[in-house]
């Protein structure tokens, strides 16, 4: 695989499955880089066909003092942009879950970390192992899951360790409970290989019910710009357990309605019904192969 070495969120990245492939692969990663990033420089890492991608919160001092907010799956992607979160994730053991958050942890402690930020890994599903992926050294979109776990406020401790205090909370005093996801409700058009969707929202109604969170700036007359990333808003469950959760997600998407603009609200309905995704059986590539049968290497 061939990566950005200046960026991410999926752009400058192509998958080289064989030698003929490698100088056209090169070439479009690192235009893609260039235009993205200012830099065309590209790095090489091992390709894992059967993936997850796993996560872990993390929060380091400047007194030396860091911990971990456990994990989250972020596996569900289509070319390499994350559209559903969720935490814990539902297909590693409680042996292998302290493995790779005490990793992250330790990751974050070696370079003496001050912030909140992400350790990120790829998890091989066919030989269970783990592999160190990027750290993105900042608050992430998909925090509010970790929030509503933990009941931590990850915004406020950022501000506060930045503000020089030490940190208010020790590991053993992270305790997750129940079952957090999210659904990235953006401004595209799915069935039109995700258009972007800018325009003027005619209607906006946010669902009410006790274990749903809406993050969003948009309201009802609001324009949605074409210039900026196309997330309109950040939709989160907490349940019990994940069957919980993933029927309180239902009841959400069925319950928000966004017109004026096309959104991805229709995919995760959808998404939501698939055996696979309810058991459990995805992987990194699973909605590109699935939903719009692209190719490992695209």
């Not at 893609?32 to 420089?41: I, K, L, N, S």
């Not at 992926?133 to 998909?142: A, F, H, K, P, S």
Request: hydrophobic letters at 35%; proline letters at 4%.
């Amino acid at each position: 695989m061939l990566k950005a070495a200046a960026g991410g969120g999926g752009r400058g990245i192509k998958i080289v499955t064989n030698a003929t492939e490698m100088s056209n692969a090169f070439e479009t990663a690192s235009a893609e880089a260039r235009q993205a990033f200012g830099d065309d420089r590209l790095y090489i890492e091992k390709f894992i066909a059967n993936a997850r991608h796993i996560e872990v919160q993390i929060i380091g001092d400047r007194f030396g003092n860091v911990i971990h907010l456990g994990e989250r799956d972020c596996s569900l992607q289509r070319r390499h942009q994350k559209l559903l979160e969720e935490t814990p994730c539902p297909v590693i053991d409680t042996k292998l879950r302290e493995q790779i958050c005490n990793a992250g942890a330790a990751v974050a402690r070696h370079i003496h970390y001050e912030n909140v930020g992400t350790v990120e890994f790829l998890f091989d599903q066919d030989n269970r192992s783990i592999y160190f992926l990027e750290m993105n050294t900042r608050i992430q979109v998909e925090h509010p899951i970790t929030e509503m776990v933990t009941g931590v406020d990850l915004v406020k401790e950022g501000i506060t360790i930045a503000g020089g205090s030490p940190l208010s909370l020790k590991q053993e005093d992270i305790k997750p409970v129940g079952h957090a996801m999210e659904c990235r409700i953006n401004a595209e058009v799915p069935e039109e290989g995700f258009r972007a969707s800018p325009g003027r929202i005619e209607r906006w109604v946010q669902p009410r019910c006790q274990g749903i969170r809406v993050d969003s700036h948009c309201y009802s007359g609001y324009f949605v710009p074409p210039y900026y990333d196309s997330l309109v808003a950040k939709l989160i469950t907490h349940g019990s357990d994940r069957n919980e959760a993933l029927s309180l997600m239902r009841y959400a998407l069925a319950n928000f309605v966004v017109s004026g603009i096309g959104t991805t609200i229709p995919f995760f309905k959808i998404l939501l019904e698939t055996p696979d995704f309810i058991n459990g059986k995805i992987n990194t590539k699973w909605v590109e192969k699935v939903f719009y049968h692209e190719g490992e290497g695209s």
